[in-house]
């Protein structure tokens, strides 16, 4: 018997509910990686974000100074 079943003799086959489950497990994980996904886009998006928030505090902390050292300079000979 090549072609035996391995269940009893019954034929195997695959029932409406059991494939709904399959169907929205495999939903549930393409929506759990898209998430995923979006959450990594979003963390490196604050990150450049801090970077250029960092970049524009150092930058007006630099104009300030200048314009604090500015007439000190303006003094020395």
């Not at 695959?14 to 979006?38: G, I, K, S, Y």
């Not at 250029?52 to 630099?62: C, E, F, I, Q, S």
């Not at 300030?64 to 003094?75: E, W």
Request: hydrophobic fraction near 50%; charge should be negative.
């Amino acid at each position: 018997m090549a072609d035996a079943p391995d269940r009893y003799g019954f034929e195997a086959f695959d029932c409406a509910p059991a494939l709904r489950l399959e169907a929205t497990e495999r939903l549930t994980e393409l929506q759990f990686n898209v998430q995923r996904e979006r959450i990594v886009r979003l963390e490196e998006m604050v990150e450049r974000l801090e970077k250029r928030l960092w970049l524009a505090v150092y930058g007006v902390v630099a104009a300030i100074l200048a314009q604090a050292f500015q007439p000190l300079l303006a003094v020395l000979p």
